[in-house]
């Protein structure tokens, strides 16, 4: 069974995407079709990517509630039949009606229901759910950097989760639930009408009053259960921010407030859930009601019929049996309409968030960037975040190929920023940066950033093997390549001591979420090795050496002036004594160019940069404006 299951599972690539490839055909960022924004198109775009397996669900779910029908029915053509004969001529009379009954409940209701769960389960459950997340999440990554700095992860997790079940469970449902009891209900009016016209006009009033449940009172819970997906994101990333958190939690939380802050998301969703449970309650009620009158009508009619001599007792018991099977039908199918309501909320909810245009992209005629030499130019940048003052304003610097460069600043000068926009994780609001040459908005986002390796000092390690950390920006490097980049980084002495909860050591062990399982000088020499294994021609030095301590800095200083060599540089360090021998410093201020020129030159000048070299030289016992420190270091 489960090889001939298996066949059917590969019907659906589970990772297809509508991607529009560049001119040499290959995927480049910035080149996948969007989603639709609409809640109905985007569904409808999704179910034309399977729409085979769906045709094919939509029969076999018609195929499902004929045969409900035909069952019942057929229920009452052998009680006339049992009518009608004797024990003896029974089996002669009616011979082929009991051969089509034993077929129908043998082989034609499980060949039907076989299909439709090889159609659900196989084909479309995993293939065709896990197609939707995978493109969602492809939408996400495709995002810029501000857009995840602006929502929690957890919550962004939870949409791409949420939208993939709730659309597969609207269309699944639509197709096979929805429509199998639609056609019971078209077959059961058919059949009864034949019957009595009057049991007809029962089921005819009764559809009419489900249909009015539909339009009027679901609408609530689909507007709650959109309100309950929210809430539901809104949990899973509070939660998650917690627990991403947990260190600055547990040593700073002594009130408890962050208790409080995951508690509010919780009450919230109890009360989003509350009212549309409340909404459930009422449509269940009104459904009873009506599913009451429904049998009622139907059993008197039918009763009034066989005494008047117009309905057989096979008749009756086809009326009786319809009925009660429909009344449980519509119980069950008002459960499945309430889901399709709050997944149709929950889609609604999540698209608003996956199908949102990407604020940053590659030009439509965006080619691979070549980077040869390796020279920089800022021309005129300026950049606000979007404030419109403030922060870089007409900045120019040209950095030559193969140059050293320092940026000094106080916090908040602008040196991250001329790094962020050099990754081109912001675009630049005026001027252009150039490398070698070439705008960088006018390159791929992925060869620009092949270009450059950074090490920050917010050092962040992804949750897999150390092996898998140090190789990411290199996943082909050869395993000699990785250990050799490990000792280069003087992270050797500590990789092989390493054993992580399931038992796996040394380079095979993970390092938790983030790295949390490593110190911080150990998550900083693994992002060095990390940029020595991708050995790209520009290096940006963000603090790469803040977390370490003086004994490790100074065993690794030679291995990075190693690897500086024949590169260009770009190193922000607050303590000015690690990058004091750069080729130039860049003094910054205010988002402006102050000060520029070598260590020597600029004490010489007395300017910003002596000043800041004179506190860090003279330590921070005293306060003031430096002048203390000052004298300090004369005396």
Sequence with gaps: MDRLLQRFENVLDPFEDAERPGEDGAYRTGYLKPLPAETNAFIWHFAMQAKWPLIGLLVVGGLTGGVEAMLFTGVGWLVDALNRSTPETLMTEHFWLIAGLLFLTLIGRAAVLFASSVLEEQVISPSFYNRIRWQSYRRLMEQAYTFFQNDFAGRLGQKVQQVGMATGDFITTILQTFWSFVTFIILTVTILGTIDWRMAVVLAVWVLGYVWIVRTLLPKIREYGRASADARSIVSGRVVDSFTNILSVKLFDSSKREDEFVKDGFAYLVEMTRRATRAITEVRTVVALLNGFMMTGVGIVAILGWQAGTVTAGGVATALGLVLRLNQMSGWMMFNINGLVRNYGTIQDAVATVTRLPTLVDAPDARP????????????????????????????????????????????????????????????????????????????????????????QDTSLLHRSIRDNIAFGRPDAEEDEVLLAAERANAEDFIPGLRDPKGRTGYDAHVGERGIKLSGGQRQRISIARVLLKDAPILVLDEATSALDSEV????????????????????????????????????????????????????????????????????????????DESAAAE
């Design 369 to 456: 960037l070549v980077a040869e030499t390796g020279a920089i130019r800022y021309d005129d940048v300026t950049f606000h975040y979007g404030k419109g003052e403030g922060v870089i304003s007409k900045l120019s610097l040209d950095i030559r190929a193969g140059e050293k460069v320092g940026l000094v600043g106080r916090s908040g000068a602008g040196k991250t920023t001329l790094v962020n926009l050099l990754l081109r994780l912001y675009d630049v609001e005026g001027g252009r940066i150039l490398i070698d040459g070439q705008d960088i908005s006018k390159v791929t986002q992925d060869s620009l950033r092949a270009a450059i390796g950074v090490v920050t």
């Design 553 to 628: 800095e100074a065993a690794i200083q030679e291995n990075l002036t190693r690897m500086m060599t024949g590169k260009t540089v770009i190193a922000i360090a607050h303590r000015l004594s690690t990058i004091a021998a750069m080729d130039r410093l860049i003094v910054l201020d205010k988002g402006a160019i102050v000060e520029e020129g070598s260590h020597e030159q600029l004490l010489a000048r007395n300017g910003l940069y002596a000043s800041l070299w004179r506190r860090q030289s003279g330590g921070f016992l005293f306060g003031g404006d430096g002048q203390e």
